[in-house]
């Protein structure tokens, strides 16, 4: 079974950037999609950004302008830079695989936004 595994969470101020990164365990063109999910406390989960076998990438309009995704092939690693960071943006960030509308979870990383 695919696994996923995320890093780079953490704690930064408003107005900052992280680089959230999420290596898997499969040639990632095996997949349909990559990307972000996340959840914030008493919020429903939201798609922060996508992108599918063919390059074409997806922003929530929450993140859109601040948000990137990329990927490196040879590395099977996605990567979700978020710049301009708000308050807003603090929740748990899930990376995921999707093939056939089967998705595969990462364990999440936590991203909080504060001064």
């Known amino acids: 079974q695919v696994q996923l595994v995320e890093s780079g969470g953490g704690l930064v101020q408003p107005g900052g950037s992280l680089r959230l990164s999420c290596a898997v365990s499969e040639n990632i063109f095996n997949f349909n999609s990559v990307g972000w999910y996340r959840r914030a406390p008493d919020k429903e989960r939201e798609l922060v950004a996508s992108i599918n076998v063919g390059g074409k990438t997806r922003f929530a309009d929450s993140v859109n302008g601040r948000f990137t995704i990329s990927r490196d092939n040879a590395k099977n690693t996605v990567y979700l830079q978020m710049n301009s960071l708000k308050p807003e943006d603090t929740a748990v960030y899930y990376c995921?695989?999707?093939?056939?509308?089967?998705?595969?979870w990462g364990q999440g990383t936590q991203v909080t936004v504060s001064s």
């Open positions: 995921y695989v999707n093939i056939l509308s089967r998705y595969t």
